[in-house]
């Protein structure tokens, strides 16, 4: 097969921890390697928070604007890659186009990182409940908590799986932290509730155990909110038994967008695509999902994971090894050689113990 001449078009989804390590990876890439490719990356425009900082925020120790990138064009110290400030609306795996608000966007290569969307999977929560990954959301409990007297503050795991799993632990600490600043800790029960049997990780649960325990915060296991009634403030479980609360913050049901939805095949009946581990690739040639949108099956017996944990430092690994990938298509186009969507890949970033 002749070499072939035309840059490989690779087009990154979302600038996100996936999407813009996926950049990243891009911009460090060897000179030979970047020369073969066209690199764009397509994220929502405006002011995004960085939702990992959601605790500091809720303790007071930083500010929403200071932890505020902005989706613009010329932004994010990028040189190699393009970045378009645009909303996808539709992604076309059979025309391998991108449909955005403002045109499309073909490519030979697509890299999803969109993160996840929130739906109402538990009747009443989303509206009765702080949202524990909106910093927004955060501002306004942290705003409560300093104005309430007295009551229950309830901090529950909405649905399984979720972004960032010590989230709600560490939210729990934040609220018992300002209560004890403000003085008034004595005069709150502040409760952790989770559909799963123990805390996580699920290699140590006791530290985080013995960390509510020493703090007086109560924890309730095998907990699944099944409805909220925002009238009598109460939250319902699966198994009949119900918590009165005075505010109530959650982890929202979150599954991968719609966008990714409708293109994708959902084989994680959750709402996730599952991506081969190795590479990133899913059963829709060309298109690899990294991220929060992905389910990546693993198989860390020591640590009792049979899927990776949904967090930005897995998005950031998952990023780079697709964009190896990605890379390694790129050579053999440019070579003239013929590659397959099931060859295996040069890259493999997981101990061979952990393969799913
Ligand atoms: C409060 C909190 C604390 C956390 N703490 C940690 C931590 O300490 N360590 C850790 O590893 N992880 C942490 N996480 C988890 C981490 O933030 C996520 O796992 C990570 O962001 C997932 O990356 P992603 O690229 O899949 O999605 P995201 O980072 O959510 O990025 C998705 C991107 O896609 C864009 N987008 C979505 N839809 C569209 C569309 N239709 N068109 C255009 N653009 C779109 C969004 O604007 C966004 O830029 C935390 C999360 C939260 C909420």
Redesign the pocket.
Known sequence: MAANNTKHKLVI???????LTAARAVEEASEEDAALLEAVL???PGP?VV??F??MVLKGKVKAEQVTRTVAPGGLNLSRVALVPD??QSIDTENKVVRTKAGEISYDDLVV???VEYYDAVPGLNDAAFN??DTADMVALRGALLRAESGTVVVAVGSLPY??PP?PYEAAFAVDAVLREAGKRDAFRVVVTTPMAQAVPPFAPHVFQDMMAAKGIEFKTKAQPSAVDAVNKTVTFDDGESLEYTLLAATLPQRA?A?VREAMPIDDPRGFVVVDPKSLRTSVPHVYV????ATVKVNFAKAGLKVQP????F?MVQAKTAVQAVLADARAAAAGESTSWDAPVVATWLPSTAQG
């Open positions: 989804l979302g600038a996100g921890f996936g999407g397509v994220s929502a995004a939702g990992a959601a605790p909303v996808v990182s969109l993160g524990l990954c972004k960032c989230l967008p966008v990294i991220g929060d949108s949904k967090a930005g430092k998005a």
